[in-house]
T-cell receptor, first 109, second 113 residues
Framework: SQQGEEDPQALSIQEGENATMNCSYK?????LQWYRQNSGRGLVHLIL?????REKHSGRLRVTLDTSKKSSSLLITASRAADTASYFC?????????FGTGTRLQVFP | KAGVTQTPRYLIKTRGQQVTLSCSPI?????VSWYQQTPGQGLQFLFE???????NKGNFPGRFSGRQFSNSRSEMNVSTLELGDSALYLC????????????FGPGTRLTVL
């Protein structure tokens, strides 16, 4: 079963716009990670935020974590066509990583 | 550093057969995790190995098994294949375990006819 639910399931935007994806989870976590998957290939790690952190940046990515609401968001600023992919949140505890349902992002040139 | 490799990349089997998939982690990584990805169930955790020991197992039937060798390479086996086993099987390696950054291989696409 999946720990995380992501919202929206699909998102279409124009290049240059910002994209925001949300993730909710159910149990306590050590950290939350975001991954990108291009068209049925392997996943690529984007960013990891620990449970005692509230916000983290990496290039055009900004991740927030609200442990009281058991939710996280991923913001991609100034999106590019190459950002077209599926994005997954994954909650980590000591022994496993549980993935959410994913958001499919389409960026039109 | 070479990435995670998985072989074979594509596989077609028939119901009732068995299959073995292989994963070579990044050099120095001792943790290898396996995931099944299907359109209906998404990404599901199968199991994780660390230094040849299975540390954790997901909610899959006993037909799914795995092992890890002393060089950290891992194999997973599925016996008595069912149509529902058709999926992308992904392996991921990390230094200490799945709670830290994982590096994924390209996956093995298994089709069961």
């Amino acid at each position: 079963s999946q720990q995380g639910e992501e919202d929206p399931q699909a998102l279409s935007i124009q290049e240059g716009e910002n994209a925001t994806m949300n993730c909710s989870y159910k149990t306590s976590i050590n950290n939350l990670q975001w991954y990108r998957q291009n068209s049925g290939r392997g996943l690529v790690h984007l960013i990891l935020i620990r449970s005692n952190e509230r916000e983290k940046h990496s290039g055009r990515l900004r991740v927030t974590l609200d442990t009281s609401k058991k939710s996280s968001s991923l913001l991609i600023t100034a999106s590019r066509a190459a950002d077209t992919a599926s994005y997954f949140c994954a909650t980590g505890n000591t022994d496993k990583l549980i993935f959410g349902t994913g958001t499919r992002l389409q960026v039109f040139p | 550093k070479a990435g995670v490799t998985q072989t074979p990349r594509y596989l077609i089997k028939t119901r009732g057969q068995q299959v073995t998939l292989s994963c070579s982690p990044i050099s120095g990584h001792r943790s290898v995790s396996w995931y099944q990805q299907t359109p209906g169930q998404g990404l599901q955790f199968l199991f994780e190995y660390f230094s040849e020991t299975q540390r954790n197992k997901g909610n899959f039937p006993g037909r799914f098994s795995g092992r890890q060798f002393s060089n950290s390479r891992s194999e997973m086996n599925v016996s008595t294949l069912e149509l529902g086993d058709s999926a992308l099987y992904l392996c991921a390696s990390s230094l200490t375990g799945p709670h830290n950054e994982q590096f994924f291989g390209p996956g093995t696409r298994l089709t069961v006819l």
